[in-house]
């Protein structure tokens, strides 16, 4: 990389966290350079032709509820950079192999009289829920994206409940799923619209917040949809990317940052494995994992023990396998609905659900894993041809693999194991859609250490930046005396999904970084008028004469 002027803020990663906190600093005046490892932007938020010509599949994720919600990213203003949301008719349906199928649709009416089929007074159960998201959603949605503790939006959410209501709801938000389930309701629909949403993290249907996160989901979906990018899920990077170009910041790929310099406790610097070393005016944003930054890009010289500590007790979330499909017709479902939903849950109850996640939870390969599904073109018809399908799905599996509960898998991503998987997988779909694979033209598959190479945030393939259980949420995340973007070296914040609010692409963590690289350094301009209290800092540059070269 050749004669690059400082910049006010290098941003480490372009995923959507960090480019949202590009996008922000650049909106306050901030040069901003983004050095990306990989070829192209977008971290997990990537789509290309993976199998056949003609069919744009999403690389990593695919359904953005969170992204349509967000504070933040709705403050971009994406669809002036060329985002179109589309929606699938039914956002989620959750089939079992008996042919009963549960329904989440925008359409209240059609979600609770798909609950009532399986137990009559269950869509009551269903409108109570939704009912409390009404009351509650903006304000919590706020206090979950802002910074932890959460005073203002915290404040209007516990005015908004009262104070009776405000024990009742610290209660029901602590629930774990089966428990929030059995509360609500006698069938078997209810419990699988809730769990299936609380298992996109890595809770069990046993543990305390599980509850939260599934109802956050499905009343996302009542309200939103699940929403998808129209042409791919790399069009809401191409959006972000633009929008960030557009106020003068820079994206430059295949430039991997190998170590984070720190002078006088200050991040000064970043190195890249091009040999280059790259100064910086105001700020360093992290978008890369908790463990990655604390453990290679700063030396351990500059850390404090219990910073090193805590990262060795970083507890990832799952592994993950990734399948995707080019189908040349539509899955064959049994269960009409969900012919015409965008996301399907392949699980057989809530026990079914237990059972693959104590599985998980003793290093056991699933026998039956629960899979998610996205049909693509049904939710974006631009996806692939009329009448074809691009099918996305993912299922999770242990890290450290210490056995197999359905056969002889060795855990070690093989072409065998790899193949034998992909069946498991299949079998799932072929119970409740007989004859899809007849219909299969192309398949892609990802190992979790072929999701980690594309993407050195997916440690593994664990897709949220760390567990979401309690004990590595709020002031826990990543670990005990962070809890916010801040670090312990000045100028250098975390950006990622490993900071506070966790997984999902809602932007959040991004531009908790980003503003508070913009407090501390309006702190450190106020302080510098202050006699005594060090050198001013340099004026705001709106636009950067820096000439990069792209090394790709
Ligand atoms: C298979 C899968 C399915 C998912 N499905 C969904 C979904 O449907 N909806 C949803 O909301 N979320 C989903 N997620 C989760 C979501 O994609 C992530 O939580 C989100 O992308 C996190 O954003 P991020 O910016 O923190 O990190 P990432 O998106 O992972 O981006 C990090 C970026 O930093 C780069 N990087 C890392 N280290 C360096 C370095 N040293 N130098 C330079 N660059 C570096 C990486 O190459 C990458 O581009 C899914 C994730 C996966 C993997």
Redesign the pocket.
């Known amino acids: 990389m050749a004669s690059v002027t400082e910049p006010d803020v290098i941003v ?7 480019l949202v906190g590009a996008s922000m600093l650049a909106d306050e005046g901030w040069d901003v350079l983004v ?4 070829p192209d ?5 990537r789509s290309g032709e993976l199998t056949q010509p003609g069919f744009v599949h999403d690389r ?5 509820p ?2 349509a919600a967000s504070p933040v990213i709705r403050a971009l203003h994406l669809e002036d950079f060329g985002l179109q949301w589309r929606r699938a008719p039914v956002a989620l349906a959750h089939p079992t192999p008996d042919g009963e199928c549960a329904v989440l649709s925008t359409d209240l009416e059609e979600t609770a009289a798909s609950l009532d089929n399986y137990r009559p007074g269950d869509g009551k159960g269903w409108r109570e829920l939704y009912a409390r998201w009404e009351r509650v959603s903006a304000h919590l949605v706020d206090a979950l994206l802002t910074p932890f503790p959460p005073v203002r939006a915290g404040g209007r959410l516990a005015a908004a409940l009262g104070p009776r209501e405000w024990a009742n709801f610290a209660r029901f938000a602590l629930l774990p799923v089966r428990a929030m389930a059995d509360e609500m309701f006698s069938g078997a629909g209810g419990p699988l619209l809730l769990a299936g949403n609380t298992l996109h993290t890595d809770l069990a249907p046993e543990q305390t917040l599980g509850g939260l996160f599934g109802w956050m989901l499905a009343c996302l979906g009542q309200e939103h949809g699940f929403p998808v990018p129209e042409g791919g899920a790399g069009r809401l990077t191409d959006a972000l990317v633009r929008r960030l170009e557009a106020r003068g910041g820079r994206v430059v790929c295949s ?3 190998t170590s984070i310099e720190v002078r006088g406790r200050r991040a000064v610097a970043v190195r890249t494995a091009h040999g280059d070393e790259i100064g910086v005016r105001r700020a360093v944003l992290a ?2 994992g908790a463990p ?1 930054l604390y453990g290679s ?1 700063v030396h351990p010289e500059h850390l404090p023990p219990r910073i090193l500590d805590g990262m060795r007790r970083f507890t990832y979330d799952h592994a ?1 396998v ?1 399948i995707d499909w080019a189908l040349d017709r539509k899955i064959p479902w049994a269960a009409e609905p969900a012919r015409r939903a965008g996301t399907v849950h392949l699980g057989d109850s809530l026990d079914h659900l237990t059972e693959y996640s104590a599985q998980l939870a003793t290093g056991r390969i699933p026998a039956r894993p629960f899979v998610l599904i996205g049909q693509m073109s049904t939710s974006d018809p631009t996806r692939s041809p009329e009448g074809t399908e691009v099918v996305w799905g ?1 299922t999770h599996v242990p890290h450290r693999v210490r056995g197999d509960a359905g056969g002889d898998l060795s855990g070690k991503w093989d072409a065998r194991d790899t193949e034998a998987f992909v069946t498991r997988v299949e079998r799932e779909l072929e119970m409740r859609a007989p004859g899809f694979t007849d219909g299969i033209v192309g398949r892609h598959v990802l190992t979790p250490p072929m ?1 980690e190479a594309e ?4 440690v593994n ?1 664990a ?3 760390g567990t979401a259980q309690l004990h590595q949420q709020l002031i826990f995340r990543p670990t005990i005396g962070l809890g916010r973007a801040e670090t312990p070296i000045k100028g250098l914040f975390l950006a ?2 490993s900071a506070h609010p966790g ?3 809602h932007g959040a ?2 531009a908790n970084a980003a503003r508070a690289a913009l407090f501390a350094d309006r702190r450190q301009r106020f302080l510098a008028t202050i006699p005594g209290f060090g050198v001013a800092a340099p004026a705001i540059s709106r636009r950067s004469d820096a000439e990069i070269s792209r090394r790709a």
């Open positions: 480490i990663g372009s995923g959507p966290n960090g050095l990306e490892a990989q932007p977008g971290g997990a938020v990593f994720s695919a359904f953005y969170l992204a430039t991997p940052v978008d890369v990655a890009l993950t990734k993912y999701l993407d050195a945030n997916l393939g897709v949220n930046g990622s999904a997984g999902g692409v963590c991004g």
